[in-house]
């Protein structure tokens, strides 16, 4: 599968955005889906992660209540609805997807990743 995000951008503090990752293929339901992010110096690090039919969502704690993620398998895409934005949200979002069925929150849980996009949030 291939994958490719968009929607990043230049924010201020306490706004919102919505990033996407369009997925190729005709497997896309069968794919546990996550979010990363790598800000500036920092190992790449985990935000959400979604089960296959979308029932099933984690975030991480220093997102919780902020961001969502959700999906539609019909359109072979996953969103993370980003709100209440801060400073420290900025950094490159990866998208990723694992065959597993192991709903890793871990990078190495992950095989397939996009290509990122960066999201700026200023003060």
């Known amino acids: 599968v291939q994958l490719q995000a968009s929607g990043g951008g230049l924010v201020q503090a306490g706004d919102s955005l919505r990033l996407s990752c369009l997925a190729s293929g005709r497997t896309f339901s069968l794919y546990n889906m996550g979010w990363f992010r790598q800000a500036p110096g920092k190992e790449r690090e985990f935000v959400a992660v979604i089960s296959r039919s979308g029932g099933s969502t984690k975030t991480a704690d220093s997102v919780k209540g902020r961001f969502t993620m959700s999906r539609d398998n019909a359109k072979n895409t996953v969103y993370l609805q980003m709100n209440s934005l801060k400073p420290e949200d900025t950094a490159v979002y990866y998208c990723?997807?694992?065959?597993?069925?192991?709903?890793?929150?871990?990078?190495?849980?992950?095989?397939?990743w996009g290509q990122g996009t960066l999201v700026t949030v200023s003060s």
């Open positions: 990723a997807a694992d065959r597993s069925s192991a709903f890793s929150v871990t990078v190495k849980g992950y095989d397939h």
